[in-house]
């Protein structure tokens, strides 16, 4: 409603001074004053040369005509607006949520290496990923999840290096050795977790070989890891497609999960690249290098494009010297099937066990429509930042200034545990530890997450001891689901991120626990109400939590437009806090004024529970 009445307004003004002017409206301090406000009268002073008050003055009169406006008044050059409150609530009471526009748009996400565990880091990326395909869901576009398993990648080779052992090197295509391999695994993984144990395996590689012979065998490995003839290229996909599936369980803990999972393997083994290769050859910018440190290297030249200007060597390898790609040249050649640039298409078939589809490169599977995008968003932490430039550049290059423009990276900086959950979980007693794979150091996201379901349990039980052990885990998972997943979108991206269990499962304050009380509450008091709802005017009283969510859509917009999470977890925390205040203020059951006020708590629940959706926090009857 509110962008109705700045369309509205815009076109008055545009009416009066015959140009277009961008108008916001903006609550106002109070509700003397109006309900919402706006500015726009001092951009037109210098223009129109009059005052800002005098301008305010005439618009008011002519503002007053516009639907759901009761009256307008001028203050110190701000016009000020009193909306009819019954009209109001009325278009809120009849509201739904935006219909299909017909735009695709992939978001990619988490995308971890498939060779160990997840960590804490990767929870970020994932919460944020998700809850920015849901705000799109719910705002009429077609969104496609995809999580992009690097199988293929100099991570997988160093785990599988510690399987195979150095003095196995030229058994790595005997497809005896390989079966033993492969039922070794399968042991492991019926007594532990495969990504845990590859965990520790994966540092171990990186604590028993010196860099340069961990670099002379990792190119063994990887020569045979991209030859789709391989026996340890089918291999490598196997077990890669075990740990993803670790990775996919771990997920769905928090209500994660994905449309399609497609393979570097794939896209290696079906000539992606080969024909994104063929392209760029036309370019002048990407060069075979006959000399110099990246002599026999396929090179994309950037010194001449402005995001790569003050790189001291700017120029990216894309096919080394030996014929293997790097991971941005995989990467450029996925980005344009994304976009449907090539002509080239993956085979796919249905995951076991969840609702995910996964690429093959066998034509005996079956094809799926997945890909064509109109844009894309990629969630990658800000170090990745000239790796996405790249892609971006790579579309340039060949003219694809469209989809470059619409290929769009989420940065987002990293995740530590503030010093008391460090302790608690990992046993370790600093401030702060930088998380390294190759080390071992980290805190794994299924413990992060077993963690919090155990400390969630302890508070259910304290609150509901009659229960059953099923319905306190029920309880249980969902309050911890809310804490982790609210904490993790509640910042702004560009901010390091420090976890605290007691600050994400706190019931009051800033907390997605707080946030999935105060649903349970409104709910709850639905329950005793005995006469039907009904719309009719309102007091001051009731009047604040119907205007705050009046404003759901303006906000609605202003996310999708920015990306920005943060915004909508704001205002559900605003939101929360007004129907506290209306709680405590406002009577509902067997109140004189319990039809209207019945009301009012049906629209907070289909507005608060459709946010709380977007934000990932699932919904309870009891808390």
């Excluded at 190119?219 to 991209?226: C, D, G, P």
């Excluded at 393997?265 to 000539?271: H, K, M, N, T, V």
């Amino acid at each position: 409603m509110l962008n109705i009445l700045e369309k509205e307004l815009e076109n008055l003004v545009e009416n009066e001074i015959g140009e277009k002017i961008e108008i916001s409206l903006e609550k106002t301090p109070d509700l003397s004053f109006g309900d919402f406000g706006t500015s726009f009268c001092f951009k037109l002073a210098k223009k129109l040369k009059k005052p800002p008050q005098e301008i305010a003055e005439k618009f008011a009169e002519r503002v007053k005509q516009i639907k759901f406006v009761k009256d307008a008044i001028a203050i110190n050059g701000y016009l000020n607006i009193f909306l009819d409150r019954k009209k109001a609530f009325e278009y809120l009471a009849k509201w739904s949520k935006n219909q299909k526009n017909g735009v695709k748009i992939i978001i990619e996400h988490t995308a971890v290496n498939p060779n160990k565990a997840m960590h804490v880091g990767h929870l970020r990326n994932a919460c944020l990923g998700d809850s920015l395909a849901r705000l799109l869901k719910f705002c009429g576009y077609e969104v496609e999840v995809e999580n992009y398993i690097d199988d293929t990648g100099v991570q997988v080779a160093a785990t599988l290096l510690g399987f195979v052992g150095k003095e196995n090197l030229e058994k790595i295509n005997d497809e005896n050795f390989l079966l033993s391999l492969k039922k070794k695994i399968e042991k492991i993984e019926n007594n532990q977790r495969l990504d845990v144990y590859c965990w520790d395996l994966y540092a171990k590689v990186y604590q028993e070989y010196s860099e340069k012979e961990l670099e002379k065998y990792l190119k063994v490995l990887l020569r045979e890891i991209e030859n789709p003839k391989s026996a340890f290229h089918s291999f490598a996909k196997w077990f890669a497609e075990k740990i993803a599936i670790c990775h996919l369980e771990t997920l769905k803990r928090i209500d994660i999960f994905f449309d399609f999972l497609p393979r570097e393997s794939d896209i290696i083994a079906l000539g992606f690249w080969e024909e994104v290769f063929e392209l760029l050859k036309k370019s002048d910018d990407f060069v075979f290098e006959k000399e110099g440190k990246n002599k026999g290297c396929w090179v994309i030249k950037l010194s001449k494009h402005r995001a790569f200007s003050d790189m001291k060597e700017p120029d990216k390898v894309l096919m080394r010297s030996d014929g293997t790609l790097t991971y941005t040249a995989k990467d450029i050649a996925f980005h344009f099937w994304k976009f449907g640039l090539i002509k080239k298409d993956f085979y796919c078939r249905k995951l076991a066990g969840f609702d995910t589809w996964i690429s093959e490169s066998s034509p005996s599977k079956c094809r799926k429509i997945f890909g064509k995008a109109e844009k894309v968003v990629n969630v990658i932490d800000i170090r990745q930042r000239y790796a996405q430039d790249v892609v971006k550049y790579s579309l340039e290059l060949l003219g694809y200034e469209k989809e470059a423009r619409n290929l769009i990276h989420y940065g987002y900086e990293v995740v530590a545990l503030s010093p008391k959950s460090m302790k608690e979980l990992e046993k370790i007693d600093k401030s702060y530890v930088h998380m390294s794979g190759r080390k071992g150091i980290g805190v794994k996201a299924w413990d992060l997450i077993e963690a919090l379901e155990r400390k969630a349990f302890e508070e259910v039980e304290k609150r509901h001891r009659k229960l059953d052990e099923k319905e306190k885990k029920k309880i249980a998972r969902a309050v911890s689901t809310a804490a982790l997943r609210f904490y993790m979108v509640r910042q702004n991206v560009n901010k390091l991120l420090v976890f605290d269990f007691d600050e994400a499962l706190r019931f009051e304050g800033d907390s997605g626990v707080y946030l999935l009380y105060s649903l349970v509450r409104a709910k709850n008091v639905l329950k005793r109400c005995t006469k039907k709802s009904k719309v009719k005017e309102l007091t001051d009283e009731e009047w604040k939590l119907v205007k705050a969510l009046l404003e759901f859509e303006k906000i609605l917009e202003k996310a999708v437009n920015s990306l920005d999470l943060s915004m909508l977890a704001d205002y559900a925390l605003s939101l929360a806090k007004e129907f506290t205040e209306f709680y405590h203020t406002c009577k509902v059951a067997e109140s004189e004024r319990e039809d209207v006020r019945k009301a009012i708590i049906e629209a907070f629940i289909k507005v608060f529970s459709q946010l709380l959706w977007i934000l990932g926090i699932p919904e309870l009857e009891k808390i």
